[in-house]
């Protein structure tokens, strides 16, 4: 006798809001509709053309709330600010995390730790993100050294990615 397999409903997208940052230094606060174990890596890379977002506005502006769509190739940085939304993927073998230094395009920073696999090299992880868009947390924008926490960022918005892993510099024993 074989058992039924019954075939699983998609669960339903959920309202999360999102904060933004485009390549011209907008900032945009918003909801949008996420899967709701879908991670913000995953949302934004599958995000092609116009992204919709509701009850949004330009962060720091007296704009009211409401109906907007931002182009996706603008956006160079997003977050879930009530943390709602895991920026990465959960997957069954932890990889490391290294905290690196994403410089972008224009010369500002951000620092925080990138999930990398044991031994992998940071080039590989970065063109390995598969997407768009790559996770980081814990990170800190630079100059103004701006806590941002989880977020996940467009590699296309990245002019350099440092290693900021001590190193030792004392000279090899012969």
Do not use: C
């Not at 868009?133 to 926490?149: I, K, M, N, Y």
Request: net charge positive; proline share 7%; glycine share 8%.
């Amino acid at each position: 006798m074989s058992s039924v397999v019954r075939p699983t409903r998609p669960r339903a997208a959920v309202p999360r809001r999102l904060h933004l940052l485009l390549r011209d230094g907008t900032a945009i606060e918003g909801v949008v509709k996420v899967g709701a174990d879908q991670s913000l890596v995953a949302f934004m890379n599958a995000r092609p053309g116009w992204m919709t977002m509701t009850q949004a506005r330009r962060a720091r502006s007296e704009d009211p709330e409401g109906f907007m769509i931002v182009q996706a190739e603008h956006i160079i940085m997003a977050s879930a600010p009530d943390g709602k939304v895991s920026v990465q993927p959960r997957t069954a073998t932890a990889p490391e995390e290294r905290i690196v230094e994403f410089v972008l395009l224009g010369g500002r920073a951000v620092r925080g730790y990138l999930p990398i696999a044991p031994g992998q090299r940071l080039g590989d992880a970065v063109s390995a993100a598969g997407g768009r868009f790559v996770a980081l947390s814990l990170a800190r924008l630079f100059p103004e050294e701006t806590d941002v926490g989880d977020i996940a960022i467009s590699t296309a918005a990245l002019a350099l990615v440092r290693d900021l892993r001590p190193t030792s510099t004392a000279p090899e024993a012969e």
